[in-house]
């Protein structure tokens, strides 16, 4: 495996001057956009463990979630049940959602995975890797043909975090309801 190996041990176990990196990382990152198309990956044994090549056609996007529960606008006045409240269960990840921004931003790509970067009390930091449907560098390689041809993979939970988040990774006993999807008819 070479180097990656030593990368993943350096992000398990930080020392003092990874961990005073990470700080100023984490500042930049503050003051960044949400959506931010990075150069390089952040954590290079991730990216390429999900399929990241530095190559035309595939590149990093960082992308910004705030933490908490997910909330309705305000209801503005008149009565209503006690059980009409304005939190959202979504059934879904934070990773999930930054999948699904980084494809809204970026609507000529798929997402082929992504995974957390960096966290603080108010934001969650996703790192999307995203493969140009149309490069002809993407649509050469037999790898990535059919990722290019899965059209709205973050919207229809076929990446990772979505098949998490719908509990497809789960098999056996206890797990009888979860395919072919949660809410199937008959189920």
Sequence with gaps: MGYLKYVKKAFQKPSKEQEQ??????????????????????????????????????????????????VRPDIKGGRRPSRFHQDKNLHKNYQQIAEE???????????????????????????????????????????????????GRAYRGITSAGRRGRGLRRKGIGSEKTRPSKTARGY
């Design 21 to 70: 990196i990470q700080r100023e990382r984490l500042i930049g990152f503050r003051k960044e956009n949400a959506t931010v198309r990075a150069n390089n990956p952040t954590r290079p044994d991730k990216a390429r463990a999900l399929g990241y090549k530095a190559k035309q056609g595939i590149f990093i996007v960082r992308q910004r979630v705030r933490r908490g529960k997910h």
């Design 101 to 151: 921004r980084a494809a809204d931003n970026y609507q000529n790509c798929e997402v082929l995975g992504s995974y957390e970067v960096a966290e603080d009390g108010y934001y969650l930091w996703y790192e999307a890797i995203l493969v140009d449907r149309n490069n002809p560098v993407v649509l050469a390689d037999k790898r990535l043909i059919g990722i290019a041809a899965q059209t």
